[in-house]
């Protein structure tokens, strides 16, 4: 099963998609319409671009850095929260989720990609 | 070429820079080392832009803000201007934006 | 919402910070053996308020175009770095090695 798979089937996973790093592609599974799981990826991908500059900056002060390179993100509203690790995103309804089992199974599968790729 | 960008009131550095942010030429007062970070930054920079005017066309559904063309950052003393593949480094006492502006379109390759 | 002293207590907590609207450090606890300093806390800080800055333009923008209303306004922001995260929310943040980060007790503790 795709770490995409396996996020969308977890309870009060709302949506999963996986969007490819030149930002032509995407695809999602749940309840998300393509237009919107296309404008999703397309702002997980801006943040995630902003989220490296970041960390690099955060590297000019600091050797080693842990902050760098940047594995993932996330930001929460009051009723939903999204993750992303990587070229993967998840939208998590907060009432109906553990966002630590979520991240940790995002971190686990995506936490090391190799940064030439964003 | 792109040297002569220096010849304008302020301008301090200027940097051609790859598709990939490396560094292609530069010249002024930086260091090989700073070039090169310029270089990188104004890259990373130009994409997460890029990004951003892509979200705003979606938010908007008003066009004209994609593909963005260049960027300024203004800072207290310093400013950042930034127009195809080339940066430059800008002293705010003496340049003026709209000249080194207009001197990057002229200059961009 | 817990103080920075009682932040330090959360699971694998290296340092908890406050900053300004403007992303400025203002206040700060650090744990001790780590390579933070005030200037980089000050850093971490400003990428704090940057990236809830931005996730409010985004939120913004999918609730107007999508009618989904549940992410305005933005409580809160984690970077995962490749050993740390740091968690924020408001004007407070902490940061976490990720090993022992618990995601969920750190937004609990910043009040969200």
Same mark, same amino acid.
């Given at each position: !099963?795709?770490? $995409?798979?396996?996020?969308?089937?977890?309870?009060?996973?709302?949506?999963?998609?996986?969007?490819?790093?030149? /930002?032509?592609?995407?695809?999602?599974? /749940?309840?998300?319409?393509?237009?919107?799981?296309?404008?999703? &990826?397309? !702002?997980?991908?801006?943040?995630? *671009?902003?989220?490296?500059m970041?960390?690099?900056f955060?590297? *000019?002060? !600091?050797?080693?850095?842990?902050?760098?390179?940047?594995?993932?993100? &996330? $930001?929460?509203?009051?009723?939903?929260?999204?993750?992303?690790?990587?070229?993967?995103?998840?939208? *998590?309804?907060?009432?109906?989720? &553990? *966002?630590?089992? $979520?991240?940790?199974? !995002?971190?686990?599968?995506? /936490?090391?990609?190799?940064?030439?790729?964003? | 070429?792109i040297r002569r960008l220096l010849a304008i009131d302020g301008v301090s550095a200027v940097c051609h820079f790859?598709?990939?942010?490396?560094?292609?030429?530069g010249h002024g007062v930086l260091?090989?080392?700073h070039m090169?970070g310029l270089a990188m930054f104004a890259h990373d920079y130009r994409?997460i832009l890029?990004?951003h005017?892509?979200?705003?066309?979606?938010?908007?559904?008003?066009?004209?803000?994609?593909?963005p063309k260049g960027w300024i950052v203004h800072g207290k003393d310093a400013t950042v201007c930034s127009l195809g593949n080339l940066v430059c480094l800008v002293d705010n006492r003496e340049a003026s934006l709209s000249e080194v502006m207009r001197e990057l379109a002229d200059t961009q390759? | 919402?817990?103080?920075? +002293?009682? @932040?330090?207590? @959360?699971?694998?907590?290296?340092?908890?910070?406050?900053?300004?609207?403007r992303?400025?450090?203002?206040?700060?606890?650090?744990?001790?053996?780590?390579?933070?300093?005030?200037?980089?806390?000050?850093?971490?800080?400003h990428?704090?308020?940057a990236?809830?800055?931005?996730?409010?333009?985004?939120?913004?923008?999918?609730?107007?175009?999508?009618?989904?209303?549940?992410?305005?306004?933005?409580?809160?922001?984690?970077?995962?770095?490749? +050993?740390?995260?740091?968690?924020?929310?408001?004007?407070?943040?902490?940061? @976490?090695?990720?090993?022992?980060? +618990?995601?969920?007790?750190?937004? +609990?503790?910043?009040?969200?």
């Open positions: !099963m795709s770490i $995409v798979a396996e996020l969308a089937a977890r309870p009060g996973v709302i949506a999963a998609g996986e969007y490819s790093y030149r /930002g032509d592609r995407f695809q999602c599974k /749940g309840e998300l319409s393509e237009e919107h799981a296309r404008m999703a &990826s397309i !702002m997980c991908r801006a943040t995630n *671009l902003s989220a490296h970041q960390t690099h955060l590297a *000019l002060g !600091m050797d080693p850095c842990p902050f760098n390179p940047a594995s993932g993100w &996330s $930001v929460r509203g009051p009723h939903f929260t999204v993750c992303v690790m990587a070229n993967v995103f998840c939208f *998590l309804d907060n009432t109906a989720t &553990s *966002l630590n089992e $979520v991240m940790r199974l !995002m971190h686990k599968h995506l /936490g090391r990609e190799p940064e030439d790729l964003i | 070429m790859r598709d990939d942010g490396a560094l292609v030429e260091e090989e080392q090169a994409r890029q990004s005017a892509d979200q705003l066309s979606m938010f908007s559904q008003v066009r004209g803000w994609t593909p390759y | 919402m817990q103080s920075l +002293d009682e @932040l330090m207590k @959360l699971p694998g907590a290296i340092a908890s910070f406050e900053f300004s609207d992303g400025e450090l203002t206040e700060h606890r650090l744990a001790e053996g780590n390579a933070l300093t005030p200037d980089i806390l000050d850093l971490v800080s990428v704090c308020i990236n809830i800055s931005i996730a409010t333009m985004q939120a913004r923008g999918w609730e107007k175009v999508t009618g989904q209303a549940g992410f305005y306004p933005i409580e809160g922001f984690t970077l995962v770095g490749f +050993d740390w995260s740091t968690v924020s929310s408001g004007n407070r943040g902490v940061i @976490l090695r990720n090993e022992e980060a +618990d995601y969920q007790a750190a937004y +609990d503790a910043l009040g969200v």
